[in-house]
C-alpha cells in the first residue's frame, strides 16, 4: 500500500488515519470515461486506481470520479495543474480526497427511517380481544 498513516485525537478518543494519494475530481461531463481520466492524470504520475462512480437506478456516471496515484507528491501537482482544466467542455474541480465520515448505524439512502428488527414497534401479537384488554388496561 502507498498510503501515509497519522494518529487524530478529537474528544478525547485517539483513533488512526489513513491519508491516501487520492484526488476528487468533480463536474465531469458525463461522458467522460475511465481511460480518458487515466490518459490526463498519467502526465503528471502513475495511477494506482480510477473510480467513476455510476448511479445506482440509472447506470449512468455521476459526473465525479477519484483518482489514487502510486505517490502522494502528485496529489499536489495534480491539484495545481488540472483543478478548473477544461475537459470536454467542462471546468473540472480537483480536491484532495477526504477520509469517508462512517454513518450512523441504521442509516439508510432511502430517505425513510429504518424499520424495526424484531420484538416491539412492529405488527402486535396476539388477538384482537387480547389487544383490546391491554388498551384497557385489565
Not at 470536454?88 to 424499520?115: C, L, T, V
Amino acid at each position: 500500500m502507498h498510503r501515509i498513516a497519522g494518529w487524530e485525537t478529537s474528544g478525547g478518543r485517539t483513533r488512526r488515519v489513513i491519508i491516501s494519494a487520492k484526488i476528487f475530481v468533480g463536474n465531469l461531463n458525463y461522458d467522460t470515461s475511465q481511460r480518458e481520466l487515466e490518459e490526463l492524470f498519467s502526465q503528471i504520475g502513475e495511477i494506482q486506481d480510477v473510480f467513476l462512480p455510476t448511479d445506482r437506478d440509472t447506470g449512468r456516471p455521476r459526473g465525479f470520479a477519484f483518482v489514487e496515484f502510486v505517490d502522494r507528491g502528485s496529489v499536489a501537482e495534480a491539484i495545481e495543474r488540472f483543478d478548473g482544466y477544461e475537459l470536454q467542455g467542462r471546468n473540472i474541480r480537483i480536491n484532495e480526497a477526504e477520509e469517508r465520515q462512517r454513518r450512523a448505524p441504521g442509516f439508510s439512502d432511502s430517505g425513510f427511517p429504518p424499520k424495526p428488527k424484531g420484538g416491539r414497534g412492529g405488527k402486535p401479537k396476539g388477538s384482537r380481544r387480547n389487544l383490546r384488554s391491554r388498551k384497557r388496561g385489565f
